[in-house]
């Protein structure tokens, strides 16, 4: 069975079609990109998938349960976490109590609670902060624990996005263009963060258009053009297959 099943999913805002009768599946253990050129919808299947937007028609089942149209918070408790293209973080927090507010939703103790500090509340915490640490840890910021949020560079940004999505223990983690604005050097630890997460059995699902990154760490790859699904296989076939050069790849080589 595979972890995650799109099946003939559509999303229409008023007359445009953002997404057009896209299919595929994710298993287990995968990492798998979703490319195309900007507007392609990309975005918008993420947002489906994780109940931001709710599916025109279409289904999405995820470990044979179907969460087409499911409220964020209960998809999230399911097990499927994200990041953001542009980055929500909590200027006010920081870093480490940043990747806490994505542990609240797995504890028993409501932010209520901890802030009126009964004792299983603060064990808790303590608990959450251990986690939040390790957290940081795979991500490589753990240095960056007590500083303010604010500060961080895009390229660490993403990396405190990741680090609290996987607070919420998911099973899969979407990325939505993790690499955005982050150098060579900063693109290449992201590929390592990404095996890692999946070494510790976190299934990738990622929009991206750093197409090197794309190409080395995907096992397969699915090309959206104008909400439709032109082509989905191995990085190998992709790079190869004539309609996604035309549509997609040779531009972003061009632009390169
Ligand atoms: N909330 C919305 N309301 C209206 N149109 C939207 C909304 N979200 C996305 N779109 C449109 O849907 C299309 C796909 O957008 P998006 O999914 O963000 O593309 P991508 O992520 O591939 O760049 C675009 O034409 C975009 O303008
Ligand atoms: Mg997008």
Do not use: W
């Amino acid at each position: 069975m595979p972890l995650l099943e799109v099946k003939n999913l559509c999303k229409q805002f008023g007359g445009l079609t953002a997404v057009d009768n896209v299919d595929f599946r994710v298993y287990t253990d995968q990492i798998k990109a979703i490319i195309g050129p900007n507007g392609a919808g990309k975005t918008t299947v993420f947002n489906m998938l994780t109940g931001v937007d709710k599916p025109t028609s279409g289904k999405i089942v995820f470990e044979g349960i179907d969460i087409s149209g499911k409220k964020p918070h209960v998809i999230t408790g399911l097990g499927i976490s994200r990041t953001f293209q542009n980055t929500q973080i909590f200027k006010n927090m920081s870093v480490v109590e940043n990747v806490m507010v994505g542990r609240h939703i797995r504890t028993k103790n409501g932010m209520l609670k901890c802030m009126i500090g009964l004792r299983s509340a603060r064990i808790e915490d303590s608990e959450s902060m251990d986690k939040a640490c390790s957290l940081l840890k795979l991500v490589g910021m753990e240095k960056k624990a007590n500083k303010s949020a604010d500060d961080l560079p895009v390229g660490e940004r993403h990396l405190l996005e990741i680090a609290r999505a996987l607070a919420t223990e998911p099973k899969l983690l979407l990325l939505d263009e993790p690499a955005a604005g982050l150098n060579n050097e900063e693109t290449g630890k992201l590929a390592e963060v990404i095996y890692k997460i999946r070494g510790g059995g976190v299934t990738v699902l990622l929009v991206e258009h750093d197409m090197s990154l794309v190409m080395d760490i995907s096992d397969e790859v699915v090309v959206l053009n104008f909400g439709e699904k032109i082509a989905e296989g191995p990085p190998l076939l992709i790079q190869q297959d004539g309609q996604v050069i035309q549509a997609y790849l040779g531009q972003a080589v061009e632009h390169a």
